[in-house]
T-cell receptor
Framework: NAGVTQTPKFRVLKTGQSMTLLCAQD?????MYWYRQDPGMGLRLIHY???????AKGEVPDGYNVSRLKKQNFLLGLESAAPSQTSVYFC???????????????FGPGTRLTVL | KQEVTQIPAALSVPEGENLVLNCSFT??????LQWFRQDPGKGLTSLLL?????REQTSGRLNASLDKSSGRSTLYIAASQPGDSATYLC??????????FGKGITLSVRP
């Protein structure tokens, strides 16, 4: 199993450009998440999905869109990149939860994005 | 709003020392607490998951405890090694089913 993979690993954008980050998992997990990690801020949830075809907003969703067309993939889009979106982006997934017994999250290696 | 605090932000210890990393959270209504390790430039690796009904979990030299009523968790590392040097993060899953992370403790184990 590859686990959770993310592409690309690094990217540099100019202000106003758009891009899509791809997250893929081969563990048949129901739940998938996108986080950003910034110095002094910790990890913050951007968007998440509880199943194929569903998405929901997290703590910092502005400026981002997501799609979950296939169960194994979760895409994060930046329509018009801004310097404030310079960050490291992590994708995570976790199995379906029953009766409030939530399972652990598994993280990808991250995408380091710089917006000039 | 849930807040997770990890103090101190950095810790340096000599090899072989037993050490405790602390994590506190403000809202005791949690489903579970998860400890992660993050190496520089890498993703997060899950170390231990404690469900709200549990008091502790163990994996090798690691032992994590949870006191939900007081809003505290500790990660105990026995006989620390230079390879344990990393940033350790705790995260709690609250009633909104989302994970809230602390900012982490950067551990350096000196040979």
């Amino acid at each position: 199993n590859a686990g959770v993979t993310q592409t690309p690993k690094f990217r540099v954008l100019k202000t106003g450009q758009s891009m899509t980050l791809l997250c893929a998992q081969d563990m048949n997990h129901e739940y998938m998440y996108w986080y950003r990690q910034d110095p002094g801020m910790g990890l913050r949830l951007i968007h998440y999905s509880v199943g194929e075809g569903t998405t929901a907003k997290g703590e910092v969703p502005d400026g981002y869109n997501v799609s979950r067309l296939k169960k194994q993939n979760f895409l994060l889009g930046l329509e018009s990149a801004a310097p404030s979106q310079t960050s490291v982006y992590f994708c995570a997934s976790s199995p379906y939860s029953l009766a409030g017994i939530y399972n652990e999250q598994f993280f990808g290696p991250g995408t380091r994005l710089t917006v000039l | 709003k849930q807040e997770v605090t990890q103090i101190p932000a950095a810790l340096s210890v000599p090899e072989g020392e037993n050490l405790v990393l602390n994590c506190s959270f403000t809202d005791s209504a949690i489903y579970n607490l998860q400890w992660f390790r993050q190496d520089p430039g890498k993703g997060l690796t899950s170390l231990l998951l404690i469900q709200s009904s549990q008091r502790e979990q163990t994996s090798g030299r690691l032992n994590a405890s949870l006191d939900k009523s007081s809003g505290r968790s500790t990660l105990y590392i026995a006989a620390s090694q230079p390879g344990d040097s990393a940033t350790y993060l705790c995260a709690v899953r609250g009633a909104n089913s989302k994970l809230t992370f602390g900012k982490g403790i950067t551990l350096s184990v000196r040979p």
